[in-house]
């Protein structure tokens, strides 16, 4: 052979004329080839610019259903009437006529201040006023006859009249030392003893009417107008799993300037006393209830720079619809503009997805929860 080892023990091309460069290329083109077809395979060609498979896909089609706007706000629960129970005048307190946390009639005695003083002072009224009616009958007689002068008999008018205001004045100070509970309710706990001194203004207890109870909330002022009496609201208590239905009675005409809220406040049974005045409530205020709403999962908007778009699929290609938003819930958004019903809405691969893109939807894929009352 025409063959001879180099310095590095490869082989090269001992004819003349050759180059042992590109003796050595061809020979390895030649021995890849070689390996290609010990190894029983085949150089497989990468099809060139063969159609694109679509994409996967999950979709929502948007179907009329309920849809409830709802506001959440808090609130604090409040006596249906509540009032202090103080004596107006100085004194010492000589009977207390209910029991703590007791529940007590309208009208019933409470609290009894001591009167002795009044009472003395009342009876010598009434007895001046007596003398001064006396005087007043015998000079209308004199007068009658022109015993006496007019200017006379009116002076004798003038006091009886003024010792009757005396009498009325101190008889309405007695009554003033017994007091009676203005309507029925449950008397909290009180302040002083029997036998205490008690001053104009103090606090003896407080007296709290609790079923029906009420709850009052703040709502934004864009919502003030909407609200009516009549309106239901739902609300719940911290740590009470329980679910607790008022109705709104009254709606504050004004707008708290610092908040730019509405005062709202509702009215609900208090069975077995389980509310109570001053608790915190999460109050849940249903505002209205459209019955065709369309709406789409919150992942299906896709924001750009002039507004939100979903992506419909027609003929198993994406296209974009420009939308108009409505009511926000934690997981769902009401499509007002842009869509028909029986439009489906494209839910998934939104990023990876253009206008025209081929896309198929996923079988046996989880249809969104459908817009309901009772989220």
């Known amino acids: 052979m025409n063959e001879r080892m180099d310095l590095q023990g490869g082989m090269t091309d001992a004819r003349p004329g050759m180059k042992g460069g590109a003796w050595r290329s061809g020979n390895m083109l030649l021995g890849v080839a070689v390996l290609l077809a010990s190894c029983g395979g085949d150089v497989e060609q990468v099809p060139q610019g063969g159609p694109m498979q679509a ?13 409830d706007n709802r506001l959440t706000t808090t609130g604090t629960l409040l006596a249906n009437e509540e009032v202090e129970i103080v004596s107006e005048l100085a004194g010492r307190v000589q009977a207390l006529n209910f029991n703590e946390g007791g529940g007590v009639a309208a009208g019933q005695v409470l609290v009894r201040i001591n009167d002795d003083e009044l009472q003395a002072q009342l009876r010598k009224a009434e007895a001046n006023l007596k003398l001064a009616q006396d005087d007043e009958a015998r000079k209308s007689q004199l007068l009658a006859v022109k015993g006496i002068s007019q200017e006379q ?4 008018v003038t006091q009886m009249a003024a010792l009757q205001a005396d009498v009325d004045d101190l008889r309405a100070r007695v009554a003033k030392c017994t007091i009676r509970a203005p309507f029925a309710g449950t008397v909290g706990l009180r302040m002083v003893s029997e036998g205490g001194y008690v001053a104009p203004n103090t606090r003896i207890a407080t007296l709290r009417q609790t079923d029906p109870i009420k709850l009052e909330f703040a709502v934004p002022e864009r919502h003030g107008r909407e609200l009516r009496a009549g309106t239901a609201v739902d609300f719940f208590l911290e740590g009470d799993t329980a679910r607790y239905s008022a109705e ?33 409530a999460k109050v849940d205020v249903r505002l209205e209830r459209m019955n065709d709403a369309l709406v789409v999962p919150a992942e299906a908007l896709v924001p750009d720079i002039q507004g939100q778009k979903v992506l419909l699929m027609k003929g198993g290609k994406a296209v974009s619809a420009r939308v108009q938003t409505g009511i926000r819930t934690a997981e769902e958004v009401q499509l007002t503009s842009g869509v ?31 817009a309901d009352s009772a989220r």
Not at 153 to 156: G, K
């Open 55 to 67: 994409m996967a896909v999950q979709v929502h089609v948007l179907r009329p259903g309920v849809l």
């Open 153 to 156: 008999y009116d002076a004798a």
């Open 248 to 280: 709104v009675y009254a709606v504050d005409p004004s707008v708290d300037a610092t908040t730019r809220t509405v005062k709202v406040r509702a009215r609900t049974r208090n069975h077995g006393s389980r509310l109570l005045p001053g608790a915190f």
């Open 340 to 370: 028909q019903p029986g439009d489906t809405v494209v839910v998934s691969g939104l990023l990876a997805l253009k206008d025209g893109a081929s896309v198929q939807p996923i079988r046996n894929a989880p249809e969104p929860a459908k």
